[in-house]
């Protein structure tokens, strides 16, 4: 069923919302220049590798050795703005539509972050991750880490498609709200460093 709910909702997503991609996507090619997506290798379910779709919200702008200013630096306004409103999520309806993502479920964090997981915490990719989950909707990135892994966890032993409606109208709510968007005193939020 959840598949099925999946499938349904992104397909329907992406043939109702083609015209504001399309206006985010050009809107990004003049702001931030291209290419107007970026893509990572994610820790899909069991820790599989996939490619994660999301609309472009920092520059390129690099340091005088040429590597990449922090974050802070390069998260325009306009950057800001995307991320508040999550439209830099919509292109991983793509993700959800063939299979590597569902619309809820722990979100898929870094590669580099695998190793660093307990036991418990790794439990969280023994699901699809998702565009929106139980932490999220808890606080987002304004809670701990350890507070996260344990929403991620306790959807995974907990999770139903009544679940999974309530979660994406808390999502509707949380963007509309915009709560939660960044951990203090960070763009968006520290890096996982581990559990020592």
Same mark, same amino acid.
């Given at each position: 069923?959840?598949?099925?709910?999946?499938?349904? %909702?992104?397909?329907?997503?992406?043939?109702?919302?083609?015209?504001?991609? #399309?206006? %985010?996507?050009?809107?990004?090619?003049?702001?931030?220049?291209?290419?107007?997506?970026?893509? @990572?290798?994610?820790?899909?379910?069991?820790? =599989?590798?996939?490619?994660?779709?999301?609309? +472009?919200?920092?520059? !390129?702008? +690099?340091?005088?050795?040429?590597?990449? #200013?922090? !974050?802070?630096? +390069?998260?325009?306004?306009?950057?800001?703005?995307? +991320?508040?409103?999550?439209? !830099?999520?919509?292109?991983?309806?793509?993700?959800?539509?063939?299979? @590597?993502?569902?619309?809820?479920?722990? =979100?898929?964090?870094?590669?580099?972050?695998?190793?660093?997981?307990?036991?418990?915490?790794? =439990?969280?990719?023994? &699901?699809?991750?998702?565009?929106?989950?139980?932490?999220? *909707?808890?606080? =987002?990135?304004?809670?701990?880490?350890? @507070?996260?892994? $344990?929403?991620?966890?306790?959807? *995974? $032993?907990?999770?139903?498609?009544?679940?999974?409606?309530?979660? #994406?109208? #808390?999502?509707?709510?949380?963007?509309?709200?915009?709560? !939660?968007?960044?951990?203090?005193?960070?763009?968006? &939020?520290?890096?996982?460093?581990?559990?020592?």
């Amino acid at each position: 069923m959840k598949r099925l709910f999946d499938l349904l %909702v992104a397909g329907v997503a992406l043939l109702l919302l083609w015209p504001l991609l #399309l206006i %985010v996507a050009l809107l990004i090619a003049v702001k931030l220049g291209r290419p107007v997506l970026f893509s @990572q290798v994610r820790p899909g379910t069991h820790g =599989r590798p996939f490619k994660m779709y999301k609309f +472009r919200t920092m520059t !390129d702008a +690099r340091d005088g050795n040429g590597e990449l #200013l922090p !974050d802070s630096d +390069r998260l325009t306004p306009f950057g800001r703005f995307l +991320r508040s409103t999550s439209l !830099d999520e919509l292109p991983e309806l793509w993700n959800v539509l063939i299979g @590597q993502m569902s619309l809820v479920g722990p =979100r898929p964090l870094l590669m580099e972050y695998l190793p660093l997981y307990s036991e418990h915490q790794r =439990r969280r990719h023994e &699901m699809p991750p998702g565009i929106t989950g139980w932490a999220q *909707v808890n606080g =987002r990135n304004a809670i701990s880490w350890q @507070q996260k892994f $344990d929403y991620d966890v306790w959807y *995974v $032993d907990n999770h139903s498609l009544l679940l999974d409606i309530k979660i #994406l109208w #808390l999502t509707i709510a949380k963007v509309i709200k915009r709560d !939660d968007i960044s951990a203090e005193g960070e763009a968006t &939020m520290g890096k996982f460093e581990g559990n020592s």
